[in-house]
C-alpha cells in the first residue's frame, strides 16, 4: 500500500547535475520525514539527507552545499538535488519514510558519475 518511487538518474559527467524524485503514495505524505540513502557498489547504503515534515533539511558532511533536498506536500512528491557531482557519488540513491513503525523504501535509481 505505502509505495515509494525514485527516478531521476542516469549517467553524468563530473560536476554535472540531476534532479531525483521520489513520488509517495497509501500514506499521508505531509506528516512524515523523507530520507533519501545511497549504495554505491560493495559498500553499505548509508544516509545522505533528511527533509523533516516543516521542510528542515539535513545533509551529511561529504555532500553538504551540493546537494538540496525538498518537498512538495501537494505533489506528494520529495526532491533531492544532486549539484557538483563527484565520481564517488555514483550509487543507486533510495528514498524511505517511517509509516505507523515500519520503514518503507523504494526500488531506487541509479546515478552513475562518469567521465
Known amino acids: 500500500q505505502v509505495q515509494l518511487v525514485e527516478s531521476g538518474g542516469g549517467l553524468v559527467q563530473p560536476g554535472g547535475s540531476l534532479r531525483l524524485s521520489c513520488v509517495a503514495s497509501?500514506?499521508?505524505?505531509?506528516?512524515?520525514?523523507v530520507n533519501w540513502h545511497r549504495q554505491a557498489p560493495g559498500k553499505q547504503r548509508e544516509l545522505v539527507a533528511v527533509?523533516?515534515?516543516?521542510?528542515?533539511?539535513y545533509y551529511v558532511e561529504t555532500v553538504k552545499g551540493r546537494f538540496t533536498i525538498s518537498r512538495d506536500n501537494t505533489k506528494n512528491t520529495a526532491y533531492l538535488q544532486i549539484n557538483s557531482l563527484k565520481s564517488e557519488d555514483t550509487a543507486v540513491y533510495y528514498c524511505?519514510?517511517?509509516?505507523?513503525?515500519?520503514?518503507?523504501w523504494g526500488k531506487g535509481t541509479l546515478v552513475t558519475v562518469s567521465s
Open positions: 527533509v523533516y515534515r516543516d521542510g528542515r533539511p
Open positions: 524511505n519514510v517511517n509509516v505507523g513503525g515500519m520503514m518503507y
Open positions: 497509501g500514506f499521508i505524505f505531509s506528516v512524515n520525514a
